[in-house]
């Protein structure tokens, strides 16, 4: 079965500071990939996805990822943070073949910090 | 606007008294799941559909029922709620099941007391 790994469930940065969060996921086939962001008593706003095509794939609020087939990782970027930032990131990958096909799988999510 | 609806978004209730969580979405999206959120555990999906009158069981699904009669709605029903379904719970719609990134709703605390 397809499993997901963020490594660092919290991650504390300076504000102006890169931002790195880790995402590695199990599979033979890579599957399509997604960073999803929740802030505090909301829901889940996509960030960012893979499917096919370039590997860097740029996102929302000045993120980015990239597809690293050979690592299976693909881990979250900003270059510099700001206090906005302050948020829990959740890493989901969803298979492209099989019964589980187009179900989203979640990591346990990185609660990332922003300090003045 | 295109949203994905969630009522209530907080919930107190008594062990074993049926409780149904209404989930709506305005997009004409196909595909319809329902998630929990538990700290340390990330999100689980409990069910999911994938078109009316078709669902599925997800990873965690004991406990809960389903039931998609209108393309619209995916109501999450828990015939006899116990203290370990205490937990954050999310509605999602994708417009396919292929077309990958869902659409999230604002999530239902619910607490069974």
């Known amino acids: 079965a397809q499993s997901v790994t963020q490594l660092g469930s919290h991650v504390s940065v300076s504000e102006g500071a890169l931002v790195l969060l880790r995402c590695n996921y199990s599979?033979?086939?890579?599957?399509?990939l997604f960073w999803y962001v929740q802030y505090p008593n909301q829901g889940l706003q996509l960030l960012l996805k893979y499917t096919t095509g370039a590997t860097l794939v740029k996102g929302i609020n000045g993120f980015e990822a990239e597809f690293k087939k050979s690592e299976t990782s693909f881990h979250l970027t900003k270059p510099s943070a700001h206090m906005s930032d302050a948020a829990e990131y959740f890493c989901a990958v969803s298979p492209n073949y099989g019964g589980s096909q187009g179900n989203l799988i979640f990591g346990k999510g990185t609660k990332l910090s922003v300090k003045p | 606007e295109a949203q994905v609806t969630q009522n209530p978004r907080y919930l107190i209730t008594v062990t074993g008294k049926k409780l149904t969580v209404t989930c709506s979405q305005n997009?004409?999206?196909?595909?319809m799941s329902w998630y929990r959120q538990d700290p340390g555990l990330g999100l689980r999906q409990i069910y999911y559909s994938m078109n009316v009158e078709v669902t599925d069981k997800g990873d965690v699904p004991e406990g809960y029922k389903v039931s998609r009669k209108e393309k619209r709605n995916f109501p999450l029903i828990l015939e006899s709620p116990s203290p370990n379904q205490t937990s954050l719970y999310f509605c999602?719609?994708?417009?396919?099941?292929?077309?990958?990134?869902?659409?999230f709703g604002s999530g239902t605390r619910l607490t069974v007391v």
């Open positions: 999602a719609s994708s417009l396919s099941r292929r077309s990958g990134g869902y659409t």
């Open positions: 599979s033979s086939v890579p599957p399509y």
């Open positions: 997009m004409n999206h196909e595909y």
